[in-house]
């Protein structure tokens, strides 16, 4: 059975620092691209970052580049957020969800975790 736990949340300050970790159990972490999304108070979803199935490619959205990082241990079945520099607009619900498709991705998303909150505020 696929679970992924994401961890990490919390309260921090504008310009702060925080890792988020996704602990994935049920399936073949290391063939599978992996997702991070967001959901901010009152908002839709946003496609914050992914990582390929080796962790030797990552992609971005412009609104996280530069600040976000997004990383794997394929030996702990653990996806990671470094997030950086953050800001108030950050303050959001974080996700992490794994491709429908292993090996080529589909870009599609079949399981979720259930979120942790990050709340930047002073």
């Known amino acids: 059975q696929v679970h992924l736990v994401e961890s990490g949340g919390g309260l921090v300050q504008p310009g702060g620092s925080r890792r988020l970790a996704c602990a994935a159990s049920?399936?073949?972490?290391?063939?599978?691209?992996i997702t991070w999304v967001r959901q901010a108070p009152g908002k839709g979803l946003e496609w914050l970052a992914t990582i390929n199935s080796d962790g030797t490619a990552t992609y971005y959205a412009e609104s996280v580049k530069g600040r976000f990082t997004i990383t794997r241990d394929n030996v702990e079945n653990t996806l990671y957020l470094q997030m950086d520099n953050l800001e108030s607009e950050d303050t959001a619900v974080y996700y992490c969800?794994?491709?429908?498709?292993?090996?080529?991705?589909?870009?599609?998303?079949?399981?979720w975790g259930e979120g942790t909150l990050v709340t930047v505020s002073s």
């Open positions: 049920g399936f073949t972490f290391s063939t599978y691209y």
């Open positions: 969800a794994k491709d429908s498709r292993a090996g080529p991705p589909s870009y599609g998303m079949d399981y």
